[in-house]
Structure formats: structure tokens, C-alpha cells
């Protein structure tokens, strides 16, 4: 069985950095595609970006484009979502996700989730 532990997220001022990390354990991440998405208070999961399990292939929500980067190093079985230029809409608890090889953008299609990880953007 593979477990997932999200970290890295924490209060943080509007404008700045954050890097959340996704590593794995129980199982190489070789051979998954890794999604990340959030929840924020109220409001429904949404999809933030993914990559496929080669690392060759990224997606991500239109919105976050060109603020939000998601990278993997399959040596540490770890996947990674830099943050840039938080706003505080960014607020939300954040999931990643793991699915066979392709990334896609539906919750749906992931098979194991982690526990999430809180990132709160303060102005």
C-alpha cells in the first residue's frame, strides 16, 4: 500500500513563496502520474497541476499558470508544487494524488490521496 505525506504548507504573506512536497512511501512513484489539488473552506476540491510519471509531461489550471510549478524527483519518491506570488485566494488545504502513469485533471481518476497540507496567505 502506498502512503502519501504532504508538507511544507504554512501562514504566509500575500506575495510570497512556498514550496509543498509530496513524498511517498510504500511504493516507487516510477511508474504514477502525480496531481495536486485544493480545497479551500466551503468551497469544492479543485485540480492545481499535474505531471506524468516520466516528469516529461505538466498540466496545470489556467488561473495558476506561471505562479504554480510542479516538478518530481523520482530518486527521493518525491513530487514537488512551488508556489510564487500567493494571493490569498490560494488559501485552501492541498492534496496530492497519485494515478497509473498519465496525468489528468480529474480527482476522480487518482487511486491514493494523501492527508493534505494548510496554506494560509494573510495580506
Known amino acids: 500500500q502506498v502512503r502519501l505525506v504532504e508538507s511544507g504548507g504554512r501562514l504566509v504573506q500575500a506575495g510570497g513563496s512556498l514550496r509543498l512536497s509530496c513524498a511517498a512511501s510504500?511504493?516507487?512513484?516510477?511508474?504514477?502520474?502525480v496531481g495536486w489539488f485544493r480545497q479551500a473552506p466551503g468551497k469544492e476540491r479543485e485540480f492545481v497541476a499535474a505531471?506524468?510519471?516520466?516528469?516529461?509531461?505538466?498540466y496545470y489550471t489556467d488561473p495558476l499558470k506561471g505562479r504554480f510549478t510542479i516538478t518530481r524527483d523520482n530518486a527521493l519518491n518525491t513530487v514537488y508544487l512551488q508556489l510564487n506570488s500567493l494571493k490569498p485566494e490560494d488559501t485552501a488545504d492541498y492534496y496530492c494524488?497519485?494515478?497509473?502513469?498519465?496525468?489528468?485533471?480529474?480527482?476522480?481518476?487518482?487511486?491514493?490521496w494523501g492527508q493534505g497540507t494548510q496554506v494560509t496567505v494573510s495580506l
Open positions: 494524488a497519485l494515478r497509473p502513469f498519465r496525468a489528468t485533471m480529474k480527482s476522480n481518476d487518482y487511486l491514493y
Open positions: 505531471i506524468d510519471w516520466s516528469g516529461d509531461s505538466t
Open positions: 510504500g511504493r516507487t512513484l516510477r511508474t504514477y502520474a
